[in-house]
């Protein structure tokens, strides 16, 4: 158990849906990252957030947008879900940027 | 940005060593590597910061080139636990975003 906690564990939808993911991370560290994996692929930077500021962006689609609340815990929102957006979404935490990174199990996502 | 690894799969039986490389067109402040089992989240395996560092712990270590902005993850005398797919991540200096690779999906074999 890493300590980071994604709901749900399993979701599906239809396309053109919209869905939140939720991440708690581990107790104590202020950074969140969220990484997108698509079926047997590598893992796609999405986002990073320290301590409630968005501090890095990677490839993320403009109908995916996500925030970092005051007691840190993260939402990943997919809007206009299209069937490419299938796939594993993990988000992950560590104390500083940059630092050892704590993975959650994932959300896994199917579009239909 | 995203790190190249090579080689994409390695097959190896029990006791034989891997060398798992990670090579970046960018200059790097650090380089991470971790291990995910088939239907696992990823787990941190070591850090290595920019000044040339090698680290290791039990039969798994890993070194940094900065210069040539690489490093290598060695795997000596692998064991079964070892199977899994291999990730480097790197942190191109002031981009405060750790980039994985493509992943080395690494199977041993009894």
């Known amino acids: 158990d890493s300590g980071v906690t994604q709901t749900p564990k399993h979701l599906i939808t239809a396309t053109g849906q919209r869905v939140t993911l939720r991440c708690s991370p581990r107790s104590g560290d202020l950074s969140v990252y969220w990484y997108q994996q698509s079926l047997d692929q590598g893992l796609q930077f999405l986002i990073q957030y320290y301590n409630g500021e968005e501090r890095a962006k990677g490839n993320i689609l403009e109908r995916f947008s996500a925030q970092q609340f005051p007691d840190l815990h993260s939402e990943l929102n997919l809007s206009s879900l299209e069937l490419g957006d299938s796939a594993l979404y993990f988000c992950?935490?560590?104390?500083?940027?940059?630092?050892?990174?704590?993975f959650g199990e994932g959300s896994r996502l199917t579009v239909l | 940005q995203q790190p190249v690894q090579s080689p994409q799969a390695v097959i190896l039986r029990e006791g034989e060593d891997a060398v798992i490389n990670c090579s970046s067109s960018k200059a790097l402040y650090s380089v991470h590597w971790y291990r995910q089992k088939h239907g696992e989240a990823p787990v941190f395996l070591m850090i290595?910061?920019?000044?040339?560092e090698q680290k290791g712990h039990d039969k798994i270590s890993a070194s940094f080139n900065e210069k040539k902005q690489q490093s290598s993850l060695y795997l000596t005398a692998s064991q079964l636990s070892y199977s899994g797919t291999y990730f480097c991540?790197?942190?191109?200096?002031?981009?405060?975003?750790?980039?994985f690779g493509q992943g080395t999906r690494l199977t041993i074999n009894p």
């Open positions: 992950a935490s560590s104390v500083r940027v940059s630092g050892e990174l704590f």
């Open positions: 290595l910061l920019k000044g040339g």
């Open positions: 991540g790197t942190d191109i200096q002031g981009a405060q975003k750790l980039v």
